[in-house]
């Protein structure tokens, strides 16, 4: 009887330490894979507006690497993106990350500007190849979908009385501030923008994003496991994570249309 | 010298013996406790069994959990080290005195100086009025400059239903508009939702009960679409989105508004 129950127990043992050794390889797997998307990700980029990729090939190759010259192009790219959106009769976005600066603009018309007061950027965003990054937002960035913890329009329904009798007279809107803002917005690129309230706020409000932020990389680990499991590299999105006052943060989510376009100056 | 640590304590040198064995054997006491204890589990097949289910079960929960959290964190963690690779930049010397290079740099100040005259011009030199609807807030601007800013109402974002399929949604629109339109002493011809919203009939087209006096105050401004900027006579509801679509100000506000801006005058709304 001793004896079968000493068998018994390596037996289980094997199998814990094979099914653990099996979820370290499935990990080391998936981490090499995930870490291989961002490279995946640049020469995604520089295939299709490098160098290379752009008229005028006689350009001396130094060039390219010149931060003058870089500077120079980035200026023209932001006001190239800027120019293209003021054409629309449409409520858009301005990221100036090196005035940190989030605001909004119409036909070109500055209607509102907020105070960045904290930022994060993408490694790849903000080491990477200078000449890469102004073509890459020489053109403004479209909106393709977003998640928020506000609603866009914080419409009410209302049915009509059927006669005068059930008529009230409206009362007094509801204006308490009480909703978290934070919200993602990503762009046809593949960039992410980040707006999260500035983080001096209730224990409430912190509980609110840890729970968004968590299900946003649930999400992302899904299809990064996903593509694991074809054997494909995970798809990866260069981030610009910003913090603006609570009601800096509503009025930008709540201006700007849902498939809105967004220029950046980094 | 343990008798002079003796002394000094005032304890009498049996008791300072007894305390000593109280605290030495307590490691031994302690495992043999687990010893005992676990011989005890191990006699109880039950026990033991649960105690190996629920050991084997935290542990295996451990290890999830850390799966889950570092592919949660550690791997975007990692990914960020990893798409590294800086690029070097230059302020080759040799490269600024090509002449090459002075012409690309010559062509782009140009491009950004004509791109810059460009984007300025969009701004108008005329007057404009900005609305902020979240806020319920207006700037008014005069040759480029703030001359007047505000409290005003704009749309509540309510969806009237009918018991039918008729629906109406009261939000001001966002964008560029324009003054079509200035009136002194507007009336107001109701639409059907405002009879629909207070339960009474919807009456015909020119039926003079549409007709109301005095409400909208002394002026007002078309931007089209039959959406006004128009006085009120709730004041107090002034920074609060409670109108139907239109923009409210008060009196003072809508008077400077009315003689500032002129047809054709843009209106941005956010």
């Keep these: ?266 | 010298m343990e008798e002079d640590k003796i002394k000094s304590s005032g304890m009498q040198p049996e008791d300072f013996q007894s305390q000593e064995k109280d605290i030495k054997p307590l490691p031994e006491n302690i495992t043999g406790r687990i010893k005992s204890l676990y011989l005890k589990a191990r006699e109880n097949k039950r026990l033991y069994k649960t105690l190996q289910i629920s050991s084997v079960t935290l542990i295996s929960i451990f290890c999830l959990l850390f799966v889950f959290l570092f592919m949660l964190y550690i791997v975007p963690g990692l990914q960020e080290l990893t798409s590294g690779g800086k690029t070097r930049f230059t302020a080759d010397q040799e490269l600024k005195k090509d002449t090459n290079y002075k012409k690309l740099t010559q062509l782009l100040v140009k491009d950004i100086q004509r791109l810059s005259k460009k984007y300025s011009s969009y701004t108008p030199g005329q007057s404009y009025v900005i609305i902020n609807t979240t806020d319920n807030r207006f700037f008014l601007y005069r040759n480029k400059k703030l001359i007047r800013e505000g409290f005003c109402s704009s749309g509540s974002y309510t969806m009237l239903k009918t018991e039918g399929e008729k629906r109406w949604i009261f939000r001001t629109p966002k964008g560029k508009y324009w003054i079509q339109g200035k009136i002194t002493s507007p009336v107001w011809r109701r639409p059907d939702w405002a009879f629909v919203e207070e339960g009474l009939p919807i009456p015909s087209k020119d039926d003079p009960s549409r007709w109301e006096y005095g409400v909208l105050g002394d002026y007002a401004l078309s931007i089209g679409d039959g959406y006004l900027i128009h006085g009120t006579l709730y004041k107090r509801f002034l920074g609060m989105p409670v109108t139907h679509g239109c923009v409210r100000l008060n009196d003072e506000d809508l008077e400077a508004i009315y003689n500032t801006l002129n047809i054709g005058s843009k209106v941005y709304i956010f």
Excluded: C
């Design chain 1, 1 to 266: 009887m001793k004896n079968s129950e000493k068998k018994k127990l390596p037996g289980k043992m094997i199998i814990l330490i094979a099914t653990g050794a099996f979820l370290l390889v499935l990990l080391v797997y998936y981490s090499l894979l995930s870490a291989l998307a961002p490279s995946r990700k640049r020469a995604e980029i520089e295939k299709s507006i490098g160098p290379q990729q752009t008229s005028g090939n006689n350009k001396d190759e130094r060039v390219y690497s010149d931060s003058a010259y870089n500077t120079l192009l980035k200026e023209k790219s932001f006001l190239q993106a800027r120019i293209s959106m003021a054409e629309t009769d449409s409520v858009y976005m301005v990221l100036n990350i090196h005035d940190s600066t989030a605001s909004l603009a119409i036909s070109g018309v500055e209607v509102h500007t907020a105070k960045i007061r904290e930022m994060k950027i993408s490694r790849i965003l903000r080491s990477g190849n200078e000449y890469l990054i102004s073509s890459m937002f020489a053109s403004p960035m479209n909106i393709v979908r977003d998640f928020a913890t506000i609603r866009k329009e914080p419409l009410m329904i209302k049915m009509a009385p059927k006669d005068t009798s059930e008529f009230k007279p409206d009362i007094i809107p509801d204006t308490s501030d009480y909703e978290p803002v934070n919200y993602i917005m990503e762009m046809d690129n593949g960039v992410r923008i980040f707006i999260y309230q500035e983080s001096d706020t209730i224990t409430k409000d912190k509980h609110e994003l840890f729970y968004f932020d968590l299900k946003d990389r649930m999400k992302n680990i899904w299809s990064s496991i996903k593509s694991s499991a074809r054997f494909k590299v995970p798809e990866y999105h260069p981030f610009i994570k910003i913090r603006l006052p609570k009601a800096d943060a509503k009025i930008l989510y709540r201006a700007i249309p849902r498939q809105g376009q967004v220029a950046v100056y980094m």
